[in-house]
């Protein structure tokens, strides 16, 4: 069973910095595009980032562009999100995703396999 799954959420202050891991588990995604994606409560999912399967190009929506880096490490089959001057509209639950569409594609129809997520909550 292909499984990814996420950790290192919890709960911050604003300024604060968090990372995110992913770890698939069932196969390798080291030819996939993984991204994540959040949803705060009451809000559709978004993008936030997208890292193609060689780890050189990486994608960030522009709430985050600057604040969050997205890295992988295909070694380790591995995948982390770096978060840095969270702020409280961080807050949402976080997912890590896999797909074989190109590291711009944001939509969550791009990705074929998700994780359960994991809860970041950002106090002010």
């Known amino acids: 069973q292909v499984q990814l799954v996420e950790s290192g959420g919890g709960l911050v202050q604003a300024g604060d910095s968090l990372r995110l891991s992913c770890a698939p588990s069932?196969?390798?995604?080291?030819?996939?595009?993984m991204g994540w994606f959040r949803q705060a409560p009451g809000k559709e999912r978004e993008f936030v980032a997208a890292?193609?399967?060689?780890?050189?190009?990486?994608y960030y929506a522009d709430s985050v562009k600057g604040r969050f880096t997205i890295s992988r490490d295909n070694a380790k089959n591995t995948v982390s999100l770096q978060m840095a001057s969270l702020k409280p509209e961080d807050t949402a639950v976080y997912y890590c995703?896999?797909?074989?569409?190109?590291?711009?594609?944001?939509?969550?129809?791009?990705?074929?396999?998700w994780g359960q997520g994991t809860q970041v909550t950002v106090s002010s």
């Open positions: 995703a896999a797909g074989l569409r190109s590291v711009a594609a944001t939509r969550s129809i791009d990705y074929n396999y």
């Open positions: 890292i193609n399967w060689s780890g050189a190009n990486s």
């Open positions: 069932g196969r390798t995604f080291n030819s996939y595009t």
